[in-house]
Structures are given as structure tokens and as C-alpha cells.
């Protein structure tokens, strides 16, 4: 199936589900803001307590933080977000869409891309074993020619956007002959420069309304703290920071459902170091991040590192690590060496002095970044991607299951009475209820024991408890396993401990500590 088929029945899974809905659905929907429905908010949930857990749990140098949504507004002056949190717009005089100049040129970039691969794709076919596809990519005219195109046109990109030069941004598209999707003209206005922050009104107009920011960023909340946490909590350096919270971006091209959202989650940790110990945390953060994501077991060659050539002003080092969603390899987490940027502009901004003295070093400095920083929608959307499966059985029927990592599973076990009668109901409750305070479950009655079975696959469950009348007598049900399908006859009194071993986050947790 074509991988764009895949994601519209992931999306379409989700609504049916109960993992996602568009936010204010009998409305006709609010663009690029969506709801978590029943299983999926305890996916999600599961997800933070995963990063949660994983940093302040197994780091005891890492403290948590929950700070306030609206912020004083200098905070963002100093952050830089003021001045230079924007996107560069363009505008289509026929269909009157708007769009991101720097997203026409990638996506130009990217067709681009596809021809040359579709060369290589062909190539290798026609060769068979015998294909070097270096030489073919160093030598082969058309592929060449592509690549040469290519690299003028980012050469040109990079340029423009590196100097802000909206002119030549502009002429570009023009001269790729880059055309609406929708009117199919070249009728573009200029590029215009589009900040992302969302602002509302703080106070009553007559006392003089504040404009003030819906955070862009949770990262600033913990900026402003590091002296409040690092002096109550006694904390000494290195030390980290985290904090999981919403976050708002008024984003132009909101597309590929809750990869890109106006209202989104972040889960983000600062890392508190001495000036010049920066790049070795750094390569520290980088490999740690990568095992946690690795952990869940979606698949090793799921993840890559995506290095960044041009860094924020303010970075010395920076990566992405990306996973391959449906519509490819893109970021989910960010790892920025921040330097001390952001301390330094609020010691200017607020006029106090915001440094950390050394007992080791008998000085004062300010401390270095390291910030760790992910989605919690794309991690969600990563996790999806990753355990939706059609499954075509041996009878010919197709199987449709997510094979969720069982510590996030939103229901861990379903407790399912062969018939609705002869007590056994009764018995899978009483099962349900011996099991409910370490687990989430669920008891389902309802349809046949296919029928059900498949639901609970559908939601990714791992176990389904079946009680049938043999129960009765001999206390033992059958364990049926989500991936494998195999059955297991088990005595009830074994299921908390066959099923703690698998769905604990504890074996994440080990696995990270290996
Ligand atoms: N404090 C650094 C920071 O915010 P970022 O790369 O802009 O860095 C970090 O964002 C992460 O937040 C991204 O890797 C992504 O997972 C998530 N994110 C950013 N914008 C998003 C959006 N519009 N919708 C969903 N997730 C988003």
C-alpha cells in the first residue's frame, strides 16, 4: 500500500478509535488544533509519564517544573521571539491562499529529490546485485543533471533565508516557475515576514490592558526559574531542569494532522553546565535521547540523527532526531547546545543577575544549555505510525492492530466472559477487580470472542483474559497475546505477575540504564 494510503488510514483509525478528533468537530473543525479521545489521552498520558519518569526518575540531578502559560511579555522580547519568532509568507492573488515561501521552495526541493531517487530506484532494478548506486549517482547524466539543479536551487535558498533577502526569496519561486496548488498560477505577492506568537489582552482596558503571549516555547518558564529551583533546591552544576506543558504556535502550513500544531504539547529539559563542558554534554544528551526512543522497540532503523549545518545564532551545536513517519524521516526531538544565551539576555532584559556560584571553581559564571526538547503530539503521532499494522491471516481476513510498546498501551488487559451467563460474567469481574488497581482494564461482553478480540487489537491492548466455564472449576483462563495471537492456559492467581513483567515501565527503565 502507498504510504500516503497508509497515513489517511492511520488519521481515519484515530477517529475511530477514540485516540483523536478534530478539536470542535460539530463546528466543521478548528484548523490544526485537535482533541485526545479516550485511548488516546491514556497513550498520551503514558508517553509523559515515559519522558517524565526517564528524566527525573533516573537523573537524580534533574528536577521537574510546571510553570504559568502567560509570562511577563519582555520574556519574549529576550528570548528573541519578538523580533525574530517568523515565518516568511506568500500570498497567491487567484486562489487568495497563503503560503510559506521556504515550504513551496522544499517542497520544490523535494520532487527534486523524488526524480533522483526514481532514477536510482530503476537503475537498481535493471542491475540486480551487480548496481553500485555511488557510481551510478557520480556518473549517470540525468541523475546529474537533478543534482545540479538542486544544488543551485539550495545554494540560492539557503542564501536568502540566511540574509532575510524576501526579494530573492520571491524570485526564486518565480524563477522554478513554483505554481498554486489550488488556482494553478504563478500570480504570487511579495514575501512578508509572519510572526508565529499568538498574543491576547492581560487586564481590563481601563487600567491599561497588557499585551501578552501565549508561550511559543515551554523552555522560557524554566529559564526564568533557574535561579528559584537551583537555589531552593540546593541544586549544583550540572543539573537539569524539566518541564512538560502546552505550548502555541499561529502556524501558516498546519498540515499531516498532529505533526504540525497551533495548540501542542512539549516536553522539554534544560541541562545546566560549566562554559566549556558544553559540547561533551551535549554529545552525552544526544546518545541518551536516542536509547530512550530506541527503547520502545518500534524498530532500530526508524530513527536517524539529522545534524544541523546552520545553527541559530545563539547554538553551537545542534541535531533533530527524526523518525520515519509515513511521509518520511522527519523531527521529532530537538538537541540544542544553547550556550548561555538565554540566561545572559534575561540577566539584560530584567536587570538581575542571574549566575551561579561555583563552590568546586570558587567563581561565579553563567551556566551553559543543553536542551532537550520533543513533541509530545509527534511522539504521539510516532508511536501510532510505528505500531499500526494490517495483518492479512491465513483465513484470508485482514487484522488491523497496533502493536503499541505494552507499557503504553492505553488499556493493558481485557477481561472477556466466553458467554454473558452461567456465572461467568460474574467471574471475569471479580478478575477485573483483583486487577484494576495495578492495571487499566477493560471487561467487554459484548459479540463474539473474534469480534471482541479484534476491538482490543484495533486499541492495541497486549492481553485478553478469556473466562470460559472450565474457569470455574480448575481457577485458570486463557491469556491470549495481541502480536502473536497464541493462547496460554494461566491460573488466575499467576496473571498480575505474568502481566506486570511486560507492561512495566520499570523494563523500559532498565533498558535505558544498561
Ligand atoms: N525550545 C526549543 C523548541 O521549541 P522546536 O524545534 O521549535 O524547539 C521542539 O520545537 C519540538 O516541539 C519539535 O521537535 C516538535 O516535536 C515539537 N513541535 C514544534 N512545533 C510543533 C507544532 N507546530 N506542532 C506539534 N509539535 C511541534
Redesign the pocket.
Known amino acids: 500500500m502507498a504510504q500516503e494510503d497508509v497515513f489517511k488510514r492511520l488519521v481515519s483509525h484515530c477517529k475511530e478509535y477514540g485516540f483523536v478528533f478534530p478539536s470542535s468537530e460539530i463546528y466543521d473543525g478548528l484548523g490544526a488544533v485537535y482533541d485526545y479521545g479516550q485511548y488516546g489521552v491514556e497513550l498520551k498520558n503514558n508517553i509523559k509519564k515515559y519522558w517524565w519518569d526517564s528524566m527525573v526518575l533516573l537523573n537524580e540531578n534533574v528536577v521537574g517544573l510546571d510553570s504559568a502559560i502567560f509570562m511577563h511579555p519582555t520574556i519574549w522580547k529576550a528570548s528573541g521571539h519578538v523580533d525574530a519568532f517568523n515565518d516568511p509568507l506568500i500570498d497567491n492573488k487567484d486562489s487568495k491562499k497563503r503560503y510559506r515561501a521556504d515550504v513551496l521552495i522544499e517542497d520544490y526541493l523535494g520532487k527534486i529529490e523524488e526524480k533522483i531517487n526514481k532514477e536510482v530506484e530503476k537503475a537498481a532494478k535493471r542491475f540486480g546485485e551487480a548496481f553500485d548506486e555511488a557510481q551510478f549517482r557520480s556518473t549517470n547524466a540525468r541523475v546529474l543533471e537533478h543534482q545540479a539543479k538542486w544544488d543551485e536551487v539550495h545554494a540560492r535558498y539557503s542564501k536568502a533565508m540566511n540574509e532575510s533577502d524576501f526579494e530573492d526569496l520571491r524570485q526564486l519561486i518565480l524563477d522554478c516557475e513554483i505554481v498554486c496548488p489550488i488556482s494553478g498560477t504563478r500570480n504570487w505577492t511579495e514575501v512578508r515576514q509572519f510572526n508565529l506568537m499568538f498574543s491576547t489582552e492581560m487586564g481590563s482596558t481601563s487600567d491599561g490592558a497588557m499585551k501578552v503571549y501565549l508561550r511559543p516555547?515551554t523552555?522560557q518558564g524554566i529559564f526564568v526559574n533557574f535561579l528559584n529551583v537551583q537555589k531552593t533546591g540546593r541544586m549544583k552544576i550540572p543539573f537539569g531542569i524539566a518541564q512538560i506543558g502546552k505550548a502555541f504556535?499561529n502556524?501558516i502550513v498546519a498540515r499531516q494532522f498532529i505533526?504540525?500544531?497551533r495548540e501542542?504539547e512539549?516536553m522539554?529539559m534544560q541541562f545546566f553546565v560549566r562554559p566549556g563542558e558544553e559540547l561533551e554534554w551535549f554529545k552525552k544528551w544526544k546518545a541518551t535521547r536516542l536509547k530512550w526512543h530506541k527503547a520502545l522497540g518500534l524498530g532500530e532503523e526508524k530513527y536517524r540523527y539529522h545534524d544541523h549545518e546552520k545553527l541559530a545564532h545563539y547554538a553551537n551545536a545542534a541535531t533533530?532526531i527524526e523518525f520515519e513517519m509515513p511521509f518520511g524521516f522527519k523531527?521529532?526531538?530537538?538537541i540544542?547546545s544553547r550556550t548561555d544565551f538565554d540566561l545572559s539576555s534575561h540577566e539584560k532584559f530584567s536587570g538581575k543577575k542571574i549566575q551561579y556560584f561555583d563552590p568546586e571553581l570558587n567563581k561565579s559564571y553563567t551556566p551553559y544549555v543543553i536542551?532537550t526538547?520533543?513533541?509530545v503530539?509527534?511522539m504521539f503521532l510516532s508511536v501510532m505510525a510505528g505500531s499500526y499494522d494490517e495483518e492479512k491471516l491465513e483465513n484470508g481476513e485482514t487484522r488491523v492492530v497496533l502493536k503499541l510498546p505494552a507499557a503504553l498501551a492505553p488499556i493493558k488487559l481485557a477481561v472477556l466472559p466466553l458467554v454473558k451467563k452461567d456465572g461467568l460474567p460474574e467471574k471475569a469481574r471479580e478478575i477485573v477487580d483483583m486487577l484494576k488497581f495495578d492495571f487499566k482494564c477493560q471487561y467487554d461482553e459484548k459479540d463474539s470472542i473474534g469480534k471482541r478480540y479484534r476491538r482490543q487489537d484495533a486499541i492495541g491492548t497486549p492481553y485478553c483474559i478469556t473466562v470460559d466455564h472450565q474457569t470455574l472449576q480448575d481457577q485458570c483462563v486463557t491469556i491470549r497475546f495481541r502480536d502473536t495471537m497464541e493462547q496460554e492456559r494461566v491460573s488466575i492467581e499467576s496473571l498480575q505477575g505474568i502481566i506486570a513483567e511486560k507492561v512495566s515501565m520499570k523494563t523500559l527503565f532498565k533498558k535505558l540504564s544498561e
Open positions: 516555547e523552555a504556535r502556524e505533526f504540525r500544531m501542542f512539549q522539554e533533530d523531527e521529532v526531538e530537538g540544542h536542551e526538547s520533543i513533541g503530539d509527534r
